[in-house]
């Protein structure tokens, strides 16, 4: 899960050129995809133009899957999103996933700039995916409003989330869901375990299939993981305090930065975090996968130094061959 973050002291350029890095080097140690997040307004994050960058990364790929995690679709008509991934995967066969989430991905006051002060409520989530499925589908042939390109094409749908909401519309669609616990994790138990129990089987899904992102900061020794991990915290930190910062350096501690009820406060925000070498994140990993029966995980690494967030990554991989 990519966000592009723009590292202080460096632009949105640098932060693409990062993301490229760090799906290539995914891609030849055996990750399966590569998501890019949909955010905006925020002075950290590069990833606003979603279906933009989609290709750009997919570009610079060979055989990754590359998607969204997510269009917020709110921000989007379904006709236009359609369009869009009807695009990237007429470009890129085969290789084009769509997760979907029903948040702004920003404050109220953006998603009215963006919306044109037409403000979408949840209630309209299910309708929007709903004509997504009905654009893309080859029985929308002889509609009066049609996706070209888009109609026709496989472009697998995942239904992203952080609550019960999207896990009750995940089940009832029969979608693959993906679930928000790398900052959300409050929900995240009681909304798979819904999601499984109410799976109905759509001709996209026979069975169940949940996907949990959780931050993941992995190195050669623990004490270094947990430097690096300083500049996640101090993004942490932003995003408790409203601010949104460029990505900053790792620093050799945290103390005096934080206050006791802000490292409270994260530390419990992201309680789906896994800092370590690669012998203590294998025994976590297995703990973590045991207990929630997930069956795939996505990690977001939010490391400021590129030649350490590759290692992480590599170092990862590592642990699943082992």
Known sequence: ?????????????????????????AETLGYKRFWLAEH???AGVGSSATAVLIGYIAGKTKSIRIGSGGIMLPNHSALMAAEQFGTLESLYPGRIDMGLGRAPGTDQTTAAALRRGRMESVHDFPEDINALLQYFSAGNSNAR?????????????????SSLFSAVLAAKLGLPYAFASHFAPREFLSSIKHYRENFQPSATLKEPYVISCINLIAADTNEEAQKLATSFYQMARGILTGKSNPLKPAIDSMDGVWSPEEEAAIQQMMSCTFIGDQEMLKADLDDFIAYTQVDELMITSNIYDTEARLRSVELVAGIFKM
Do not use: S
């Open 1 to 25: 899960m990519e966000l592009a973050l723009i590292r202080e002291g460096k632009d949105a350029a640098d932060a693409f050129d990062r993301a490229a890095k760090l799906a290539q080097h």
């Open 40 to 42: 905006h307004n925020m």
């Open 145 to 161: 409003v049609r996706a070209i390109p888009g109609e026709g094409l496989n472009v697998p749908l995942y239904i992203l989330g």
